[in-house]
Nanobody
Framework: QVQLVESGGGLVQPGGSLRLSCAAS????????MAWYRQAPGKQRELVAS???????NYADSVKDRFIISGDNAKKEVYLQMNSLKPEDTAVYYC?????????????????WGQGTQVTVSS
């Protein structure tokens, strides 16, 4: 059983900063990639940023130059430093993991989601 636990969400004023953290636990043999997605009310879930096991990063255009994703494979953790936050960044942020895991005694490449953490940007 693989679990992802996010932390660090909250209420922040426009222009402020927040740092999200996600810790993975369970039968993880190898991490391929971790990412942050977000979903605003009435909108589809969208990719915010991703990082591979060799450190290659990718960002949505809307967060480039404001957000920074980083990871620690040894700790099985991923972080999202969010700066210059805007009201349109308000959403539930979800941690995503793609990994080689043990499922019912077999090795499988699988994707997992966290429960989400609310980020609200408002004055």
């Amino acid at each position: 059983q693989v679990q992802l636990v996010e932390s660090g969400g909250g209420l922040v004023q426009p222009g402020g900063s927040l740092r999200l953290s996600c810790a993975a636990s369970g039968s993880i043999l190898n991490i391929y990639a971790m990412a942050w997605y977000r979903q605003a009310p009435g909108k589809q879930r969208e990719l915010v940023a991703s990082i591979t096991n060799i450190g290659t990063t990718n960002y949505a255009d809307s967060v480039k130059d404001r957000f920074i994703i980083s990871g620690d494979n040894a700790k099985k953790e991923v972080y999202l430093q969010m700066n210059s936050l805007k009201p349109e960044d308000t959403a539930v942020y979800y941690c995503y993991l793609e990994a080689l895991t043990v499922v019912s005694g077999s090795r499988r490449r699988w994707a997992y989601w966290g429960q989400g953490t609310q980020v609200t940007v408002s004055s």
